[in-house]
Structures are given as structure tokens and as C-alpha cells.
Nanobody, 123 residues
Framework: QVQLVESGGGLVQAGGSLRLSCAAS????????MGWFRQAPGKARDFVAR????????YYADSVKGRFTISRDNAKNTVYLQMNSLKPEDTAVYYC????????????????WGQGTQVTVSS
């Protein structure tokens, strides 16, 4: 029912910035809580950030707090992840996800997923 497409990934040097976008279609975008997750090779899919339906509430993993900012533009059906001060350990495939029930950081509570976009941070 809901399709999510991530974009904006790429190769960046340590200390640099990237802005990821997630375009949604097939549903009422403003009714979903949105989240970003990431997965490095051989590791679990980890929570990065989430944002409420209205955008009034955000939550971040400790590893990215102060460096990453999640935001959403419901008029454009898009959620963003601004990533600053990138580190090599941020290298991963980043996934956008949508949830009908807010307030959770576990990937198991999200209903829809994008295909992912690769972020590589070089030293």
C-alpha cells in the first residue's frame, strides 16, 4: 500500500555532510510515524532516528545525537535525514521506514520499508 524510495546516499569524507531523502506514495503520509535505520555488513539493522506524525516529536540513537537531524515535509510526502560530522562508523545502508503506531524505535514495529541507500564515509 505504501511505497518508500530513499535517495541522497553516496561517498563522503569524514567530517562531511549528506542529506538523505525518502519519498512516500500510496498512503496518507501525514498519518505515519517515520524512522531511519541503518545496517552495516554483517551487523543488525539499527535504529537511527524517528519523527512523529506531525513532526513535533523526534528521537535519536545516542550514536548520532547532535550530528543527525530528522525532519519531514508532509506537503511533499518526504522525510529527510540531515547527517553532519560524518564518521567512518556511519558507513551503512540507510533505510526509511513508516509505522502506523508511533513511539517505537525497534525495526520490528515498522510496517513499510524502502530499498535503502548506501552511505560510505572515508577516512
Amino acid at each position: 500500500q505504501v511505497q518508500l524510495v530513499e535517495s541522497g546516499g553516496g561517498l563522503v569524507q569524514a567530517g562531511g555532510s549528506l542529506r538523505l531523502s525518502c519519498a512516500a506514495s500510496g498512503g496518507i503520509f501525514s498519518s505515519y510515524s517515520m524512522g531511519w535505520f541503518r545496517q552495516a555488513p554483517g551487523k543488525a539493522r539499527d535504529f537511527v532516528a524517528r519523527i512523529s506524525w506531525s513532526g513535533g516529536s523526534t528521537y535519536y540513537a545516542d550514536s548520532v545525537k547532535g550530528r543527525f537531524t530528522i525532519s519531514r515535509d508532509n506537503a511533499k510526502n518526504t522525510v529527510y535525514l540531515q547527517m553532519n560530522s560524518l564518521k567512518p562508523e556511519d558507513t551503512a545502508v540507510y533505510y526509511c521506514a513508516a509505522a502506523l503506531v508511533p513511539g517505537h524505535s525497534s525495526w520490528t514495529r515498522y510496517n513499510y520499508w524502502g530499498q535503502g541507500t548506501q552511505v560510505t564515509v572515508s577516512s
